[in-house]
């Protein structure tokens, strides 16, 4: 497969490299792409150099599938121009998720969907990934009525620039901010920008793409979505009503049989997900799993997972793995 890796200076680009080589991806060409200021620079990939190109150079190269982490404006110009070229792409960004003609997947629950046809592919936001990949299976069972979601989530989710303002805040050193504010030991009720009806996009991302990846518009659901100072990974607090009353030793057995998902939950030995051991991790962890007692049918649980990895890079390489085991590129 001739590879193209647009972003690949980026955060997640950095680690789409990582895992195409980890996972031993079948890469013949590897086109590592990124805007006009980095064209030229080298980018390692198996121990040999790749000079940066830029877009339109990658367009001519007609890949056979690009992996696309380049924010939602670059998306949008230049995703139609690599399909029309014949090249299949997988998006990081919003730009397509929500546009009905383009499928939004999640390899373990509906990569099934996908066909040769689908030239532009979407991939969910990070923080829907991994919490629609451990109610999937539960709304099969049990029929979710509604679920409310507050995350905590890492700076790794702003890219280069926020890394850098963290880093700049230890070391007391003054700098470019990604955020309005210091994050340095600070918690910011602001994920992304604001909609008109008071929640950020991250939070309607959270509602909308939950929805169309479950293909059920009458689940509700609500969310807060918050940046800690924390580089490892994207943690939530998620609260589940279903229609149908559960077994907690069920729900545990349910997901410890669901691909991507590792249950730690055992209070006894102080067993859960944190981000810190999450990071660098393909699966997603799920743990705190008790009964809300306060209403029937509801749950709660904790999840967390490596933003850059099940949140980004590893699931749109699962989608382009998918394609090629099923000759749909
Ligand atoms: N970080 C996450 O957890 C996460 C998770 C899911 C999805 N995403 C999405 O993935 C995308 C990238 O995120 P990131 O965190 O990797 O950001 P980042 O660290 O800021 O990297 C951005 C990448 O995009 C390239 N780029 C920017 N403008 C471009 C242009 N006009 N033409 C071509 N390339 C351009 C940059 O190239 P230069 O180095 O040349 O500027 C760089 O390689 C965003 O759409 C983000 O929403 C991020």
């Known amino acids: 497969m001739r590879i193209a890796v647009v972003g690949a200076t980026g955060m997640v680009g950095e680690v789409m490299l990582k895992v195409l ?7 013949t060409e590897l086109i590592p792409v990124a805007s006009e200021r980095s ?14 190109v830029g877009m339109q150079t990658a367009v001519d190269m007609k890949a056979d599938i ?26 990081n960004s919003s730009a397509w998720r ?12 509906n990569a099934a969907e996908l066909t040769a046809a689908d030239k532009i592919i979407a991939n969910p936001n990070c923080s829907t990934i991994q919490m629609v990949l451990v109610l999937a299976p539960l709304h099969k069972k049990y029929n979710i009525k509604r679920v409310i979601v507050s995350t905590y989530q890492s700076i790794t989710g702003t890219g280069v620039k926020a890394v850098q303002q963290l880093e700049n805040e230890y070391a007391g050193v003054q700098g470019e901010m990604a ?15 604001f909609e008109e009806n008071g929640y950020t996009k991250e ?7 939950t929805k169309k990846i479950l293909s059920d518009n009458t689940i509700a659901i609500t969310a807060t979505a918050v940046r800690v100072p924390i580089v490892g990974g994207h943690s939530e607090a998620v609260n589940v ?26 209070n006894d030995t ?26 029937e049918n509801t749950l709660n649980m904790w999840i967390v997972a490596d933003n850059l990895r099940k949140g980004a890079a590893t699931n749109t390489i699962q989608i382009a793995e998918y394609l090629i085991a099923a000759k749909l590129v």
């Not at 696309?68 to 070229?85: H, I, Q, R």
């Not at 955020?179 to 920008?193: E, F, G, M, V």
């Not at 229609?243 to 939950?265: A, C, K, P, W, Y």
Request: charge should be negative.
């Open 98 to 109: 929500m546009d009905p003609t383009k499928k939004l997947i999640v390899p373990e629950i």
């Open 203 to 209: 939070e309607m991302k959270l509602v909308r793409e």
């Open 39 to 52: 064209v030229g620079k080298e980018i390692e990939y198996k121990g040999k150099k790749y000079k940066v």
């Open 241 to 266: 009503e279903f229609s149908n009353d559960f077994d907690v030793n069920e729900v545990r057995n349910i997901l410890h049989h669901t691909d991507g998902v590792v249950v730690q939950d055992n």
């Open 179 to 193: 955020y309005k504010y210091p994050i340095h030991r600070n918690a910011i009720p602001q994920c992304d920008s």
């Open 66 to 91: 690009a992996l696309f982490s380049a924010g939602g404006d670059t998306s949008l110009e230049w995703a139609p121009k690599f399909a029309a070229a014949g090249t299949t792409v997988i998006d």
């Open 21 to 27: 080589a980890e996972r031993n991806f079948p890469v």
């Open 270 to 295: 102080y067993t859960y997900p944190m981000p810190m051991y999450a990071q660098g991790k393909d699966e997603v962890f799920v743990g705190r799993i008790r009964r809300d007692e306060s209403q």
